[in-house]
């Protein structure tokens, strides 16, 4: 019992249930506020209405077992209201209700079938596709804005952006194009060896590394390398609300993060395919050399008069295709982080997995287009 009488009282006023909360509503006391609200026997019947106008104190673990009750019995946000309480009390009563109607920090695993598994793998990949192709639209029409507005053009965030992605970049593309360029040539040069056909070598490696290799090897290391860097600092960006902070100042979120990013990593990738032609092709003279007996200038006119022009601009067109999908993956992406520090790493894989399968889907559709072709 309270200090008033009774913890609670239930009246029925103009076809309303009214309970009057009384006295004081702490933690201490909650076995006998359970113990009042269960004796009440409250039914659902219209609406309830919370009266605070004599209550003393309440705490959260209180409000927690009132609205735990409440909706034991069937009530909904609809069917309940609060009047006459004090701005404190209210205050507190609205953060637990708001509380108890979020939805848990991690749902409780289902055990699926692998007709569900499979069913749901395939909704979240349309789900995936669709809200690709709207960002890929949004985009879109920023470059439109930005070609009748070219002063809104982030020259300054552009460049940096090619710095990371290019300049700094060079060495890693060009050691791995290099050393696949040395194992092709050593495995092709085993084979080659036992009939004598050791220039034939300079076939192999100057059309695999221009044509297939090298941009191919570039854009799946630009996907781990830079898809993943713009998933991670934009995700970031928007867990500390930076991004929130851009649309309230005026400014486009695309024009400010995307567009430079998608910008600079079309313009470098190509660039970074052209060093790794160089850096495969000189992977192969040094096996030449060392295993072949093929010397430098040997190979190099061997490679003038085989290699067509068509190989390395291949290689060259398929560059920028690649760049465009991963930036914008990987922004999109960075875009969709919740504001947590588990979907940052969530998200970021996941560009590196989608980047990664896209160029490679990319690369059998270009090498299907360019046979019919005839190039």
């Not at 890929?136 to 053009?153: K, M, N, W, Y």
């Not at 092709?188 to 059309?207: E, H, P, S």
């Not at 006119?301 to 560059?319: E, F, I, N, Q, T």
């Amino acid at each position: 019992m309270s200090e008033a009488g009774l913890w609670i009282r239930h009246e029925v006023e103009e076809g309303a249930s009214v309970l009057y909360l009384t006295g004081v509503w702490r933690l201490s006391n909650l076995a006998a506020i359970a113990d009042a609200l269960q004796s009440l026997g409250l039914r659902v019947r219209g609406q309830f209405v919370l009266d605070g106008s004599r209550l003393q104190e309440i705490d959260t673990a209180a409000g927690f077992t009132l609205y735990r009750h409440l909706a034991a019995i069937g009530c909904t946000t609809t069917t309940v209201s609060v009047r006459s309480f004090d701005g404190r009390h209210e205050r507190l009563l609205a953060l637990v209700h708001e509380r108890m109607t979020c939805p848990p920090a991690a749902s409780r695993s289902v055990h699926r079938g692998l007709t569900r598994r499979v069913g749901a793998s395939a909704m979240h990949v349309w789900d995936l596709l669709r809200s690709q192709t709207a960002f890929v639209g949004s985009v879109a029409l920023e470059l439109l804005t930005l070609f009748r507005r070219p002063r809104l053009f982030r020259l300054k965030e552009t460049v940096s952006q090619f710095e990371t992605i290019c300049l700094d970049a060079i060495p890693i593309a060009a050691l791995v194009t290099f050393l696949i360029g040395v194992v092709f040539a050593y495995l092709l040069g085993l084979q080659a060896q036992r009939y004598g056909a050791n220039i034939f070598v300079v076939d192999g490696v100057g059309l695999a590394i221009c044509r297939e290799l090298s941009p191919l090897l570039v854009a799946v290391i630009m996907a781990g390398r830079s898809g993943a860097a713009f998933t991670a600092q934009i995700g970031t960006m928007k867990v500390q609300e930076e991004i929130d902070a851009i649309s309230t100042l005026g400014l486009s979120p695309v024009q400010v993060l995307v567009i430079p990013r998608l910008v600079a990593i079309t313009i470098a990738l190509p660039l970074l395919v052209f060093v790794g032609d160089l850096a495969g092709i000189l992977g192969g003279v040094l096996v030449g050399e060392l295993q072949l007996d093929i010397s430098a200038v040997t190979f190099f006119d061997r490679l003038h008069s085989v290699l067509p022009m068509s190989a390395p601009v291949v290689g060259l067109v398929k560059a920028p295709v690649f760049a465009a999908f991963i930036a914008l993956i990987a922004c999109r992406m960075g875009l969709l982080v919740s504001r947590d520090a588990r979907s940052v790493g969530e998200n970021t894989t996941s560009t590196v997995v989608q980047s990664i399968v896209w160029v490679i889907l990319l690369d059998a559709i270009f090498a299907v287009v360019f046979q019919r072709l005839d190039i």
